[in-house]
């Protein structure tokens, strides 16, 4: 069992950057494929970028560039770095985790945290 916990979330000004961070519960995070998700208003969640044990990553197109996901397994922690953050960025971001290789579809992940606002203002 893995238990999520996202924080960092909140209100920047369009330009502006954030930190998010997912405290991950367990022995074996270092194992797990890591993932970030977003649900726009309204919409479907998404995918945003993803990472696996060996720091391998992958990022949706929107975010290329603009984002950044790593991870510390010393302090089972996921991060996700956004810069120029966009009004289009506001979301509710997910964590989430799987026991395998980093997959795109929120299908193929085990485990998910309970979300953390992000609002880009214009």
């Known amino acids: 069992q893995v238990q999520l916990v996202e924080s960092g979330g909140g209100l920047v000004q369009a330009g502006g950057s954030l930190r998010l961070s997912c405290a991950a519960s367990g022995r074996t995070f270092s194992r797990y494929a890591m993932a970030w998700f977003r649900q726009p208003p309204g919409k479907e969640r998404e995918f945003v970028a993803a990472?696996?044990?060996?720091?391998?990553?992958a990022y949706a197109d929107s975010v290329k560039g603009r984002f950044t996901i790593s991870r510390d397994n010393a302090k089972n922690t996921l991060y996700l770095q956004m810069n120029s953050l966009k009004p289009e960025d506001t979301a509710v971001y997910y964590c989430?985790?799987?026991?395998?290789?980093?997959?795109?579809?929120?299908?193929?992940?085990?485990?998910w945290g309970r979300g953390n606002q992000v609002t880009g203002a214009s």
């Open positions: 989430e985790s799987r026991g395998g290789p980093l997959g795109y579809s929120r299908t193929e992940y085990n485990y």
């Open positions: 990472i696996n044990w060996s720091a391998g990553s």
